[in-house]
């Protein structure tokens, strides 16, 4: 994060006295109490509505004098395990911090800038803390701090808070490409510096100060940032793809990350993965097709939705994508939102509502939430399993989907010819239809011959409970078919 340490120290060190979310240390203590402290700060910085909490070794405690320290952060260890490690381990997943070491006047300074705490409090050892004045004491389930905890980190949202302040204009404008924003948007670029700030203000990627500094939101960071390197609070959401040489993790790969913000990347990545994924050319008579191996529109509409619908409070996570020679699995943290089940039918829901409404107005996915439509759809079109979602909630919760190639309906296993049926039955009533035998030899591309197997499927899906009849009354002939929950 661009900084200026000493005008930080400086600032911090005219403070009258310490207060719930600044702390002046001389030298470092124990693991424990940082621990302890970095939870308690986290929340009293969500709970005091700071953008920020600090705490700074090198200045006395009780004069606020700038003395130095010998405390080395990323030179400390517990046990064998570096010090920041240790931090992050037994620390919740939400705890967002950055020791930055430097001098003021020859006196060597440490500080640990921390976050504010997003949807939950920050634990430490599965403990919340909050400080009163200067002191840290535990968060008691039920107390009235723990409530009122609760009502302030709920007003919290990870887009709008800071990701680099104190900067000139000049500054602001070379971290973010700007000319991006006014080429997904259309509008003409203005000539003035002060105008183009004023539009990224307006979509409230930073923010202009009172006294003629921009703050720069992590929302403006996230999508138009020209290296997410500058930011510490967005560098690890970085788009990252790993492709591995066989079906397992354990196969040799090679990675690519795509430092860039997503506005700035998202071309790009479809572009690699397109080249990464073509088949050979087909000749149809005196054309040439391009062909690829998955479904197109599937494959794009997964990335966005990773992108605009991840966690973004679990601060050591970000979007991945992994390439096997069977499959593609793309990942983001956070479970998701809605049911699994539900996905294709229900209304959309977005934690990120800044980050969802611009990468609409650019284009890159439905405002009317029909991307799992898009996704069910493309891989029917070709004839591919329906894709699996697997959802993590123990320890960092994530969202996985994995996105297979095209194979004929004899070699599907029963799971895999049943999800596909749910899936068609819910994108099926999603277009004001029904499922039929009809429609489901047309989804696995079956010939009328075939009417058989695809009985035999509806028999076994009807018995599994994941789909029902419309009409339990209706013919043989004229049996339509609808999700369980419908």
Known sequence: MPSNLETLIENLAKLPAENEYVEFKENFAEPEREG????????????????????????????????GTAFRPHKEKVGNAPLVMWLKQNLSDNAGFEFEEGSHRDKDIVVLRIWPALHHPVEFQHQAYLRKGSHTHKVKSGSLDENELWSHIQKQDFEGQTAAEGLSPEQALELLDANRYFDLTGIPRPSSPDEVLHYLAAEKLLALEDDGTVTIANAGALLFAKNLDDFASVKRKKIRVSKYEGKGRSAPRSEREFKAGYALELDAVYNYLEGMLELPDMINGVRRERRTAYSEIALRELIVNALIHQNLAIRGAGPLIEIFDNRIEITNPGAPLIQVERLVNDPPRSRNEVLSALMRRFSYCEESGTGWDKVIEGCELCHAPAPKIEVQTEGSDSMRVVLFQPREFKSLALQERLDACYWHACIQLANREYVSNATLRERFGLESSKTAQISRLIKEAVAAGIIKPVDAEASQKFMRYQPHWA
């Open 36 to 67: 302890r402290d970095i939870s308690a700060l986290a929340n009293s910085a969500a709970y005091h509505d700071a953008r920020f909490a600090y705490k700074v070794w090198g200045v006395h405690d009780g004069t606020h004098k700038i003395v």
